[in-house]
């Protein structure tokens, strides 16, 4: 009987053979610190991997993956961070992301094309205002808010610098315009959605 090799070594081959622990992460269905821990010794890859690691040790090896999502135009999608970018019936494109620089690069993108959208979704968490009181009249703690924030063609621009700033600036402005006059303040910005004007 032949002694089988271990895990670990078809994984350090894999990095060996330019593939970093993301990438290997990805390609398993597993986190990236889970792939560290295996790499470090801490951990040892279960079995089920065998296949998959062996398959990346071998030089050249490329693993099938899934084909990225393509525009209208054919070219492929800019997937930097975590953008879906989904084609609409009426030929129009929906993206959505969590991450604000990936949401400024499509957007820049839709601005290059002229469909650049007017409105923008975002979920705002720990949304804090003087507006919303308690029955003793107390302020509320932190809430979460969905807000439309719509934009003119100068802040498009602004926003597609992806800059923490612009961002800032045209969700208090649209914060503001739905009478919230009062004192607001919000820890951070996600779910960062638009649809592409045909």
Known sequence: MTKRKPLGEFLSR???AGRSQADIARELGVSRSTVHLWATGKRQPPERFRTSLRAMAQPGWKVPTAPKR?????????TAGS????????????????????FARELDRLLAEGRAPSVFTVLLHGFRSDLYRDRNDAPRGPRTRRLQVHMSPEEARALASGQKGAWNSAITRSIQARNYEGGFTF???????????P
């Open 70 to 78: 393509t525009t209208r135009s054919g070219k492929p999608a800019k």
């Open 14 to 16: 894999a990095m060996a």
């Open 83 to 102: 953008v879906t970018v989904t084609p609409l019936p009426s030929g129009s494109e929906h993206v959505f992301t969590h991450s604000r620089t990936a």
């Open 187 to 197: 820890d951070r910005a996600t779910s960062l959605s638009m649809d592409s004007t």
